[in-house]
T-cell receptor
């Protein structure tokens, strides 16, 4: 399977601060990046889709000004949670895609906002 | 909207027995299905996939069955082991590079 890394693996921040999560595809070029969010004991929900070099497309109900996605290269995408609030506490997972059917998930980032 | 759903939220299995996890999907345009395993605190791990032109695919100790007539997908785990305890998700997509839509998940608990 593909090698995907995320950093940090977990982060605790104070309400009102911003947090940046990095996702790297280590062994292939990700033309598309999917960002998912997973609340405890729930399924994965797609937040946004980004294509390298272009603006992300956000799913309904996801605030694009709050969750900033940058996909500047084929191996790196970042998700910035701006002005984080406790309800943003979740497990954030990236899924780089090279346009093929198979999709391999990153290890995830656990965000806790206090 | 179109969705993928699961019949059983929790499945308790005796170690050594076979497990069967079921999933229903409603999008007839879906042509690719994946089963993922997720352990606590980790990202989903790819288990096995199947395309819509197939009705069965086997891996190591796992088999996926696809019934397009009734839009049903199942994952069979042979000789379930304690390490199989996790949450299992089915997911669907309808084009290469397209997004995945996930079902609600089934927790498998393996009893020693």
């Amino acid at each position: 399977g593909a090698v995907v890394s995320q950093h940090p693996s977990w982060v605790i921040c104070k309400s009102g601060t911003s947090v940046k999560i990095e996702c790297r595809s280590l062994d292939f070029q990700a033309t598309t990046m999917f960002w998912y969010r997973q609340f405890p004991k729930q399924s994965l929900m797609l937040m946004a889709t980004s294509n390298e070099g272009s603006k992300a497309t956000y799913e309904q109900g996801v605030e694009k000004d709050k969750f900033l996605i940058n996909h500047a290269s084929l191996t790196l995408s970042t998700l910035t949670v701006t002005s984080a609030h406790p309800e943003d506490s979740s497990f954030y997972i990236c899924v780089p895609s090279g346009g093929r059917y198979e999709q391999y998930f990153g290890p995830g980032t656990r965000l806790t906002v206090t | 909207g179109e969705s993928v759903g699961l019949h059983l939220p929790t499945l308790s299995v005796q170690e050594g027995d076979n497990s069967i996890i079921n999933c229903a999907y409603s999008n007839s345009a879906s042509d690719y299905f994946i089963w993922y395993k997720q352990e606590s605190g980790k990202g989903p791990q790819f288990i096995i996939d199947i395309r819509s032109n197939m009705d069965k695919r086997q891996g190591q100790r796992v088999t996926v069955l696809l019934n397009k007539t009734v839009k049903h997908l199942s994952l069979q785990i042979a000789a379930t082991q304690p390490g199989d305890s996790a949450v299992y998700f089915c997911a669907e997509k309808w084009a290469a590079g397209n997004k995945l839509t996930f079902g609600g998940g089934t927790r498998v608990l393996v009893k020693p």
